[in-house]
DNA sequence: TCAATGGTTATTGTCGACAATGGCGCCGGG
DNA sequence: CCCGGCGCCATTGTCGACAATAACCATTGA
C-alpha cells in the first residue's frame, strides 16, 4: 500500500523483506503453516543469510513466529489478538487523529478531504466497493496518522499494526458489513479536523474504530456461538 | 529490568542481542557513536552472523540505525523525540491502566499494593532514591502494563517503548526532580485500581504521565532556553 | 589555493559449508 | 498391543571467505 516496492533497489535482505511480508500479509503463504528457510530461499533466489535477516524482521512485527531448532511458522491472528489490537487501535489512532487536527498542514487537510470525496463517489456509483472497504478505509487512517506528525506514533501504527490488520482482513476475507455507517463517521471526523477540533476529532475516532471492534465481536458471535 | 539475561541459554544471537541492547540503554557504548560490525563480532565473541541479526532486532526497536553500505550507529535520542514517546506513552498507558483495573488478579493488585509499599518506605528513609527514580519508577509502570493483559499492549510498552525510556534516562542522567509527587500520584492510582474503578485509573495515569512530560519540557527549557 | 578526480581501503552485503539440535520413525521389550 | 529408548534425518545455528559499495585521501589541473 505505502511501501515502496522497487525491486531494484536498496539490499537484497530489504527486498526479500518485501515480498515475504507482502505474501503472508496477502495469505499468499497460508497462516500457520511452517515455512522453511532453505524453501524460501529457492523461493525468492536468494542465500539463507538475507533471508534470516528478513525472517527477524517480520518476527519482531509479529508476522512470523519462530521457535529454536524447530522452524518458523506464519502468525495465524486469532479474534482475541484482533480485539486486543482494536484496543490498542482506538488509543493509538485517537491520539493520533487529535495530532492531527492540530498539526495536519492545510496541504494535507485539502488531500484527506478530496481522499473521502473519492470515497463517497465510490459508495455512490457502488463501484469497487471491496477496495474501499480494505485498501481504501486503511488509506483514510493512513493519512491522519501521518498527519500526526508523530514519528513514534507513525512508525507503531503503520509499522506494526496495520500489517496485522491488513492479514487478518485478508484471512477472515472481512468485508466489513457496515460501509455506509463507516464512511458517514469518515465525513465526521475530517469536519472536526477541518474545524481543528482536536478534542472531537479523537473522540470520533475513538468511536469509529470502538464501533468497528464491536462489528467484529459480534461476527466472531455469530460465527462461533459457543 | 524484565528479561532474562541468562547466558547460558537459548541462541547466540539471542544472547547477544541481550548484552548489546543493554550496553546500548547504559550508555556503555556512547550514543551516536559509529559502531562496526567486525568490531562488535569482536568484542562480544561471536561472528558476524549472529550479531547482525541482534543489529537488525535493535533497529526495529530504533535503538540502532542503519544506513547501508554506510554502518550502523547508536541512536541518540533528541528532546523532541522524547516528547513524541511520552504523547503515546500518555494514550498507552492510560489504556494499560484502565485495563488493569478492570482485569487485574487479586494477586496482582496485591503484588502491586506492596511493591508501592516499599516504595514509599525507601522514599521516607531516604534510601536508594536513585533506584526509585529510575528502575523502581519503571517497575510501577511494568507491573500495570503486565496487569492489563493485553499482549499487544504490553509488547508495544515493555519491548519497545520503554528501553527508548530507559536509554534517555541514563543518557541525560535524569533524576526526576519530583519523586514525592510522583509517588503520590502511584498512590491515587494504585487505589482506582483497588477500588476496580477503569476510568478514574486511565485518568490519573494519563495526567501521572502528561505531568512528567511536562516536567522534561521544563527542562529543555532550562538547559537550552533558546 | 582550491576543486575535481582517481585510486585505495575499510566496511558492509552475500554466499556456501559445517556443526548442533530437535523431531520422527523404527525396533525391542513388557 | 502399547510404551519406551535409540538412531537417523531434516532443519536451524554458526562460521569464515569473497564480492560490492562508499568513504577517504592524495594527486593533478586550473
Known amino acids: 500500500m505505502n511501501e515502496v516496492l522497487v525491486d531494484s533497489s536498496r539490499t537484497l535482505a530489504d527486498r526479500v523483506f518485501s515480498r515475504l511480508q507482502d505474501d503472508i500479509v496477502r495469505g499468499v503463504i497460508a497462516p500457520g503453516s511452517k515455512v522453511s528457510e532453505t524453501d524460501l530461499a529457492g523461493r525468492y533466489g536468494v542465500s539463507r543469510g538475507p533471508l534470516r535477516e528478513a525472517i527477524r524482521r517480520l518476527e519482531s512485527r509479529k508476522l512470523l513466529e519462530r521457535e529454536v531448532h524447530v522452524g518458523t511458522r506464519v502468525a495465524s491472528l486469532s479474534f482475541d489478538d484482533l480485539i486486543e489490537i482494536y484496543h490498542v487501535r482506538e488509543a493509538l489512532e485517537g491520539l493520533a487523529a487529535g495530532l492531527a487536527a492540530r498539526l495536519m498542514t492545510a496541504e494535507e487537510v ?93 473522540l470520533l475516532m475513538r468511536r469509529h474504530i470502538s464501533r468497528a471492534r464491536e462489528n467484529i465481536e459480534q461476527q466472531a458471535q455469530q460465527r462461533s456461538p459457543q
Open 110 to 202: 485539502a488531500g484527506l478531504t478530496e481522499l473521502l470525496g473519492q470515497h463517497e463517489q465510490q459508495q455512490d456509483l457502488r463501484h469497487d466497493t471491496a477496495y474501499f472497504q480494505r485498501e481504501g478505509d486503511l488509506d483514510f487512517h493512513y493519512r491522519i496518522i501521518q498527519g500526526s506528525h508523530n514519528r513514534t506514533l507513525i512508525r507503531m501504527l503503520i509499522g506494526e499494526l496495520y500489517h496485522l490488520v491488513r492479514m487478518y482482513r485478508y484471512q477472515f476475507s472481512t468485508v466489513a458489513n457496515r460501509p455506509q455507517k463507516a464512511l458517514h463517521e469518515h465525513r465526521r471526523i475530517v469536519e472536526a479536523i477541518e474545524a481543528r477540533d482536536a478534542e472531537m476529532a479523537e
